[in-house]
């Protein structure tokens, strides 16, 4: 077997774990694996999680995440960051910090609530959200319910999504994605800077297991961007990737089962993510 030497890109995952495998640095890790650059993580918060719910949530000590992080960044480097779950307003202020002192691209997702709706940010954290974390970020990637939590803007169409970009811009991301994925018909995700607008399409897939398609995304993004693409073509890339994964999610347990985020190493995908 030969031995490899080139040190393929880095990218950093601040997030907090799923026990299930489905969401979290779990999906993370296994996003990145599968799209060719090395995963590494800064453990924000642990969950009881399973097909069916969250259980429980620990966050860990701002220290803890402050270690991991410097640990990770000082020594090994990083192209891109990935920040998801961050429980406190303690967290996201020193994730904020963190990520303002990094030479890197940031994709920001705002997480807040689950997959089945179970809090994964608390209430008050969501001003440091808005003032702190959304700053840095090079592509926010919120869905509808998250669009709602930090702007009011409730999206029911195509031109609500309009409207909801301009909101989350409002706070100092340079792009956002605003992910329509909960509304009738295709699948389709707004990308914009506030002037160029793409929008993404793709035909919705007939499968309920669509556990970690948030983390999936904002991930293969935040690969991209580690791979040396420019935005568009990053989050053109992860759609394609994610719409696949949707496509090859199974089930597990009693709820919902997973995205497939190894669906490009199976023999039958004959498909690519680029």
């Known amino acids: 077997m030969p031995i490899r030497t080139a040190v393929p890109p880095r990218v950093l ?5 799923d026990s299930g495998g489905g969401a979290g640095i779990q999906a993370d890790l ?20 399973n097909s069916l719910g969250v259980q429980g949530a620990w966050e860990l000590p701002v220290e803890a995440v402050r270690a991991q992080y ?3 960044v000082d020594d090994i ?28 691209p940031v994709v920001v997702d705002p997480v807040g609530v689950s997959k089945h709706g179970d809090a994964l940010l608390a209430a008050e954290a969501l001003d440091s959200v808005r003032t702190e974390l959304l700053p840095v970020a090079t592509v926010a990637t919120p869905n509808l319910d998250e669009v709602a939590q930090l702007t009011g803007v409730r999206v029911t169409d195509e031109s609500g999504m309009r409207r909801a970009a301009e909101e989350i811009l409002g706070f100092g991301p340079r792009w956002v994605v605003i992910k329509g994925g909960h509304l009738p018909g295709e699948a389709v995700d707004l990308l914009t800077d506030g002037s160029a607008e793409h929008w993404l399409r793709a035909p919705r897939h007939d499968n309920r297991h669509t556990h970690g398609t948030g ?11 580690a791979l040396g693409m420019d935005v568009p073509t990053a989050v053109q890339g ?12 199974f089930p597990l347990g009693g ?12 023999p039958s995908s004959g498909q690519t993510a680029t």
């Open 255 to 266: 709820g919902i089962g997973p995205v497939d985020h190894g669906w490009l190493t199976r």
């Open 215 to 225: 983390c999936t995304l904002a991930s293969a993004i935040a690969s991209g961007l």
């Open 30 to 49: 296994k996003t990145m694996l599968a799209l060719g650059v090395h995963g590494m993580s800064v453990l924000t918060a642990v969950t009881a999680q």
């Open 77 to 104: 480097g990083v192209q891109a960051v990935k920040t998801g779950m961050l429980a406190s307003a303690a967290l996201v202020e020193t994730v904020a910090d963190l990520l303002a002192g990094t030479d890197a």
């Open 238 to 249: 992860a759609k394609t990737y994610v719409t696949g994964a949707i496509e090859a999610g």
């Open 70 to 72: 410097r640990s990770v």
């Open 13 to 17: 995952t601040v997030a907090g774990s």
